[in-house]
Nanobody, 127 residues
């Protein structure tokens, strides 16, 4: 069974930066697409970024493109989300997730395609 644990959330001023980490346990990490999603109070969980661990291909939501960077350290089974130029609208609980199927690349990732989720880490951006 895959276990995911996010860390690195916190309070930051608008314009600041934060790096989230997702540590994955299990032996199938290298064969999957990993993703970051976020959910603000009263809103649906939304796609932020994905990366194919096996190939390094990345995909970003339009709202974060140019500001956020997703990456992996395969030796550590860890996925990162570097967040720069943060805005108050980025405030949300951020979740790490793994795709249900190995070697599947989606140009438009959706929540239903992911089966393992971390507990989430709170990111709060103040004005």
């Amino acid at each position: 069974q895959v276990q995911l644990k996010e860390s690195g959330g916190g309070l930051v001023q608008a314009g600041g930066s934060l790096r989230l980490s997702c540590a994955a346990s299990g032996r199938t990490f290298n064969n999957y697409v990993m993703g970051w999603f976020r959910q603000a109070p009263g809103k649906e969980r939304e796609f932020v970024a994905t990366i194919s661990v096996y190939g390094g291909r990345t995909n970003y939501a339009d709202s974060v493109k140019g500001r956020f960077t997703i990456s992996t350290d395969n030796a550590k089974n860890t996925v990162y989300l570097q967040m720069n130029s943060l805005k108050p609208e980025d405030t949300a609980v951020y979740y790490c997730a793994r795709d249900k199927k190995p070697f599947r690349w989606s140009e438009h990732p959706i929540v239903a395609e992911f089966d393992y989720w971390g507990q989430g880490t709170q990111v709060t951006v103040s004005s």
